[in-house]
């Protein structure tokens, strides 16, 4: 049976941020996943401290999406900002040490205008390789999504073939593909063979309905399958519930989770 968790940047996002956390833990979660607000000060110890409280494990932050002025969706395609990345994977990976999380979702960016893909794609490798040698020293990996261009105009790492077969090309311990099944829905279909297929360099899943991106069981993926599908290619791992509540509250988008709880 899959095991869930909050996407805390999605879910009970009618609340504070910290608020979120303990009430992921009331809605019957065991687990999170969020983008920290790096923002410094005495923030991340209070994070730490309700996670605890909580009795949650955090499986999956997001790393900075900008450092200063670079950036904006992220930074790792980025020609000419190696510095400005590897600040930022710094910063990700104090946070991952502290919460004791063991993913780290680094995002690609926004491919600059009149930008040259062939560089942007060299940058990104170079730095996401880079990544998961820092972040592999602390047997922490970091996790490559593809993210639709549909809703995100621009976005860089869109492909998800192509995402896959860099970190198979790459062939690291610790670069590890993240399968959202809402993004792949968008860009390609093909979720049950294509996630099979991937499957043993898959770090990470994560899920919502299509269209509108809300819960599972408002659109046309058929999540009931696809369930029991990742238990019997033998998942083991989390799934992220990263789906906008249709209604806007999400405790009232929790019907489809009980089953699974």
């Known amino acids: 049976m899959p095991k869930f968790t909050a996407n805390l940047n999605f879910l009970f996002s009618e609340l504070d941020f910290m608020e979120r956390i303990p009430a992921a833990a009331k809605a019957g979660f065991k687990a999170v996943e969020f983008p920290p607000p790096y923002k410094g000060g005495d923030e ?89 040698d820092k972040m592999g020293e602390h047997d922490i990996a970091v996790c490559l999504e593809p993210i639709n261009n549909k809703d995100n105009p621009g976005y860089f790492m ?29 860009m390609c279909g093909d979720l049950a063979s294509d996630f099979k297929a991937a499957m043993p360099l898959v770090g990470h899943i994560q899920i919502a309905d299509c269209p509108g991106r809300n819960e599972p069981g408002t659109g046309e993926i058929n999540y009931t399958f696809l369930f029991d599908w990742i238990d019997a290619c033998g998942w083991d791992g989390w799934v992220g519930s990263e789906y906008k509540p249709s209604s806007g509250k999400t405790d009232e988008s929790l019907g489809w989770l009980k089953p699974y709880l």
């Open 44 to 132: 991340q110890k209070k994070i730490v401290d309700l996670i605890g409280e909580n009795g949650l494990q955090v499986v999956l932050i997001n790393g900075p999406a900008k450092v200063g002025n670079v950036g904006g969706r992220g930074i790792a395609c980025l020609p000419g900002e190696r510095e400005a990345f590897q600040e930022s994977v710094g910063i990700a990976l104090d946070y991952a040490r502290a919460l004791n999380t063991k993913r780290v979702h680094v995002q690609s960016g926004t491919m600059p205008t009149n930008g040259d893909f062939d560089r942007c794609l060299t940058s990104y490798i170079e730095n996401v390789r880079w990544a998961a």
């Open 158 to 186: 869109h492909d998800p073939h192509l995402a896959w077969r860099i970190v198979q090309e790459e062939s690291h311990p610790h670069l590890k593909l993240q399968f959202d099944f809402y993004h792949w829905q968008m």
